[in-house]
């Protein structure tokens, strides 16, 4: 059985050097048949990289449809960006939103934050829940590996913490807040 027969276009254009213009070789071929420079040889990686850091160097059959290329491509990259920049702000917003309804939960001692389930089919609630106890962590000392201070969380706060495994204790003194009254 002989050598299996060798693509064309990979021939015309080698798929190192559309790589680097960062094109398609049958696409970069296609451009050099449509120019007529087939029969000149196959473009050298050097060229490429040449081409690719300075498009005006480019052959005149290949410079406006390497800026074109470029430019296409860059578009695609702002879109890309601009829409994953959009996806993550409609997630913070949904993760806020989920906040008021954990802190309601917390507050009436609601028994389906503590079992989970719940939280496994609401992921953003289950990341608010987080958002929660991450702050409360951070307030009271927790995440810098100091001693904790619990006595300025609030009751929502400290049973957060409870339900992520924290042993807190309960307020007592002039820290005591009693709902609707200023404590102290």
């Known amino acids: 059985?002989?050598?299996?027969?060798?693509?064309?276009?990979?021939?015309?254009?080698?798929?190192?050097?559309?790589?680097?213009?960062?094109?398609?070789?049958?696409?970069?071929?296609g451009w050099m048949r449509e120019a007529g420079v087939d029969t000149e040889g196959s473009l050298t990686e050097s060229d490429a990289r040449t081409w690719?850091?300075?498009?005006?160097?480019?052959?005149?059959?290949?410079?406006?449809k390497i800026i074109s290329a470029y430019l296409v491509r860059e578009e695609r990259q702002r879109s890309r960006g601009e829409r994953d920049q959009r996806r993550a702000e409609q997630h913070r917003q949904e993760v806020y939103a989920a906040c008021d309804l954990i802190y309601e939960l917390l507050r009436t001692g609601d028994r389906?934050?503590?079992?989970?389930?719940?939280?496994?089919?609401?992921?953003?609630?289950?990341?608010a829940l987080m958002e929660i106890t991450w702050r409360a962590m951070k307030d009271s000392g927790l995440a810098s590996q100091g001693e904790p201070d619990f006595t300025h969380?609030?009751?929502?706060?400290?049973?957060?913490?409870?339900?992520?495994?924290?042993?807190?204790?309960?307020p007592t003194g002039r820290y005591l807040r009693v709902a609707g009254g200023s404590g102290g």
């Open 1 to 29: 059985m002989g050598k299996p027969k060798r693509n064309p276009d990979r021939s015309l254009a080698p798929v190192a050097v559309a790589n680097i213009l960062g094109i398609g070789v049958s696409m970069l071929a």
């Open 153 to 170: 969380l609030s009751f929502e706060e400290r049973e957060a913490l409870r339900i992520e495994g924290y042993d807190v204790p309960e």
């Open 112 to 127: 389906k934050l503590r079992q989970g389930h719940w939280l496994d089919r609401h992921p953003v609630h289950a990341e």
């Open 52 to 64: 690719r850091a300075n498009p005006d160097k480019a052959p005149d059959w290949l410079r406006p």
